[in-house]
């Protein structure tokens, strides 16, 4: 069974870029669409944006010119990247896996990240 | 971008109740609908895939139903452990997917 663990700082300050890396195991990422997706405390789920197989990517319209996905298939993770920081970035931020049917299947735990000076 | 909406926001029942969450498209999404599970502290979980299929492990008192614009979550019987958030997302028209904002389901 695949499994995701997300990993970066927990704290970025404003305008700074926020980093994060979700490290896959129990499978290959060569195959499938991985996308980020955040939760402000106490609030909904927004999809942030994917990578796939060959390094495509495509990016929620309201953050597409603050975000990069990229990946490493020799380590087996993919990360993500949003610059020019605010506290309204702050949230959990989870990686999941995109079945062939084009829902989650697989989530890591999570991340929170504070924007914070 | 197809909107979703959950209905009720909140959702307070008894243990042994069923209970009966809503989910509505802003444009018909076919049958591409999944329902996700989340407690506190965790990530969601995948509950429902295609409408009405079960993800592997989840319970048979959780059932989906619906089509084109309007979905249904029934759990046939509460227990303890079903206390939790439950979101919808569609997935018929991508980028971007698209959630619900949400039923908290409460005691």
């Known amino acids: 069974q695949v499994q995701l663990q997300e990993s970066g700082p927990g704290l970025v300050k404003p305008s700074e870029t926020l980093s994060l890396t979700c490290t896959v195991s129990?499978?290959?990422?060569?195959?499938?669409?991985w996308v980020w997706i955040r939760q402000p405390p106490g609030k909904g789920l927004e999809w942030i944006g994917y990578?796939?197989?060959?390094?495509?990517?495509d990016f929620n319209t309201s953050l597409s010119s603050r975000v990069t996905i990229s990946e490493d298939r020799s380590k087996n993770q993919f990360s993500l990247r949003l610059s020019s920081v605010t506290a309204a970035d702050t949230a959990v931020y989870f990686c999941?896996?995109?079945?062939?049917?084009?829902?989650?299947?697989?989530w890591g735990q999570g991340t929170l990240v504070t924007v914070s000076s | 971008e197809i909107v979703m909406t959950q209905s009720p926001a909140t959702l307070s029942v008894s243990p042994g109740d069923r209970a009966t969450l809503s989910c509505r498209a802003s444009?018909?999404?076919?049958?591409?609908l999944a329902w996700y599970q989340q407690k506190p502290g965790q990530a969601p979980r995948l509950l429902i895939y295609d409408t009405s299929t079960r993800a592997t492990g989840v319970p048979v008192r959780f059932s989906g139903s619906g089509s084109g614009t309007e979905f249904t979550l029934t759990i046939s019987s509460l227990q303890s452990e079903d206390f939790a958030v439950y979101y919808c997302?569609?997935?018929?028209?991508?980028?971007?997917?698209?959630f619900g904002q949400g039923t908290k389901v409460e005691i």
């Open positions: 990578i796939y197989d060959n390094g495509s990517t």
């Open positions: 444009q018909s999404v076919t049958g591409n």
């Open positions: 997302q569609q997935y018929h028209n991508w980028p971007p997917w698209t």
């Open positions: 129990g499978g290959p990422i060569s195959g499938y669409y």
């Open positions: 999941a896996r995109v079945t062939s049917r084009w829902y989650f299947d697989s």
